[in-house]
């Protein structure tokens, strides 16, 4: 009888110790096809916003020496990195202007990359033979914290990222980490707020958590058992030893 309470005990601890695997599932929900057209998602309307860096590319029939504002590899030596770029993006000052050459100031706050470069451009055409012009933010990046393997800063060239892809990035949530309950932290117009986005589902798909922003900033929260310590907790010793009382106790009763 007393061998069943202790291999009682060793099933009980081994269930303790492990994570449901309920709980690490991201989108459990079942997608039915009437469901389809409800995740026509609306990607994050990224505007021009005070203090942006922004990237200017023209180009032009005209020849080079002819178009200020060209951004050849000669000119800036051929470099296209982040910290390439950012030593020559024009910063939209508090006013929400740029100043450009020829141009001057220039406002550009609460458009969007391609309505402003198609404003840039409209002016461009009193000084260039059909100019063509392409804006894009430099140094957009993310911030994930919490239980992910790889904390940290994250930049990102593409024009859209979606919160699992910047998962991907951080090397993915943890085992004790909680998907059930991230946190996106988000400042708009000079408000800062927070929401919660349940990662495990499927209707997260649909929502405006899906498609992040720039300098949005991500943080996991660790599930409970993770503060009770069951992740460095030495359960292999634990139950080692167990197992050999039992056989020591079996064998002294024997």
């Known amino acids: 009888m007393r061998t069943y309470y202790w291999l009682y005990l060793i099933f009980s601890l081994s269930f303790i110790a492990c994570v449901p ?13 009437t469901q389809i057209q409800e995740f026509n ?17 023209v180009a032009s029939f005209d020849d080079g020496s002819i178009n200020f504002m060209s ?12 910290a390439d770029l950012a ?31 198609e404003k840039i451009r409209e002016e461009l055409e009193l000084y260039l033979n059909a100019p063509s012009v392409k ?19 994250y930049f990102y060239a593409s024009e859209y990222i979606n ?15 909680n998907r059930k309950y991230a946190v996106l932290v988000r400042e708009t117009n000079n408000v800062v707020s927070k929401e919660r986005i349940d990662l495990t589902s499927v209707s997260l798909l649909g929502s ?19 503060h009770w ?11 080692s030893s167990i197992t050999t009382f039992i056989l020591i106790a079996d064998y002294i009763k024997d």
């Open 41 to 57: 998602n609306e990607k994050s309307k990224d505007v021009i916003k005070a203090f942006d860096q922004l990237y200017i590319q």
């Open 71 to 82: 951004n050849d590899a000669n000119r800036y030596g051929g470099g296209r990195s982040e």
């Open 87 to 117: 030593m020559v993006a024009y910063s939209v000052d508090v006013d929400g202007n740029i100043d450009l050459p020829i141009i001057g100031k220039f406002k550009v706050i609460g458009l969007k990359a391609n309505e402003a470069a």
């Open 135 to 153: 804006v894009s933010f430099v140094n957009k990046s993310i911030t994930v914290l919490g239980s992910v393997q790889r904390p940290g800063r």
């Open 229 to 239: 310590g069951f992740e460095t907790f030495p359960w292999a010793l634990i139950l």
């Open 21 to 33: 695997q309920k709980e690490i599932v991201y989108l459990q929900d079942e997608l039915k096809s």
């Open 208 to 226: 405006k958590q899906f498609y992040l922003q720039r300098n949005d900033i991500i943080y996991v929260e660790p599930l409970k058992r993770r």
């Open 163 to 177: 919160i699992l892809q910047v998962l991907g990035m951080a090397g993915d949530i943890t085992e004790y980490g």
